[in-house]
Every structure is written in structure tokens, then in C-alpha cells.
């Protein structure tokens, strides 16, 4: 099992960017596929981005395609979502996962971190 933790969601005004980071512990993180979710008050969770193995595959939501880069370091077992041009409906909590496939389905991912709360005022 892979221990996932997520940091870097903080009070942001609309049109800033923040960083989030997703710091792997336990198993080896290179073996898993890495997803970000969000989730708002009283809606599903939603996908956001994945990434493969090697970092060679991205996936986006068209919600936040051309805004939005995931990314990873193997070497650092950490990986990353780059959020620009932010709105207040981007606001949600964020959540980084790990699947063995590629997925925009949260079913197909086996771990999940706490969140990091992402809050963009208008």
C-alpha cells in the first residue's frame, strides 16, 4: 500500500494559481497511476487530471484543460497539480489518488489522501 498526502490548497483570488503537491510514502510511488479529484459542498467527486507511470500520459477533465498541469517527480515520490486562472467554482477540496490504470473513474483508484481544501474568492 502507498500513503498519500496531499498539501498546498490555501485562500487564493480568482486568476492566481497554487501548487499542489501529493508526497508518496510506503510502496514504491513509480508503480501507480496518479489521479487529483476535487469534491464541493454537495457535489460528487469529480476528476480532475492523471497522470501514468512514467509521467509520458497526462489526462484532463475539459473543465480544466489548458489551465491545469499534473505532473511528477519519481525520484522525490512526489507528485504535483499546477492550477492556473483559477475561479471560484474551482474551489473544492482536492484529493491525489492511486490506481494501476490510467482513469478518470475514482472507482478504478485503491488510494486516496485526506484532501487539501483549495478556497478561490471573488
Known amino acids: 500500500q502507498v500513503q498519500l498526502v496531499e498539501s498546498g490548497g490555501e485562500l487564493v483570488q480568482a486568476g492566481g494559481s497554487l501548487r499542489l503537491s501529493c508526497a508518496a510514502y510506503?510502496?514504491?510511488?513509480?508503480?501507480?497511476?496518479m489521479g487529483w479529484f476535487r469534491q464541493a459542498p454537495g457535489k460528487e467527486r469529480e476528476f480532475i487530471a492523471a497522470?501514468?507511470?512514467?509521467?509520458?500520459?497526462?489526462y484532463y477533465a475539459d473543465s480544466v484543460k489548458g489551465r491545469f498541469t499534473i505532473s511528477r517527480d519519481n525520484a522525490k515520490n512526489t507528485g504535483y497539480l499546477q492550477m492556473n486562472s483559477l475561479t471560484p467554482e474551482d474551489t473544492a477540496v482536492y484529493y491525489c489518488?492511486?490506481?494501476?490504470?490510467?482513469?478518470?473513474?475514482?472507482?478504478?483508484?485503491?488510494?486516496w489522501g485526506q484532501g487539501t481544501q483549495v478556497t478561490v474568492s471573488s
Open positions: 497522470i501514468s507511470r512514467s509521467g509520458g500520459d497526462t
Open positions: 489518488a492511486a490506481a494501476s490504470v490510467l482513469s478518470r473513474h475514482p472507482w478504478e483508484y485503491h488510494n
Open positions: 510506503g510502496r514504491t510511488f513509480s508503480m501507480y497511476v
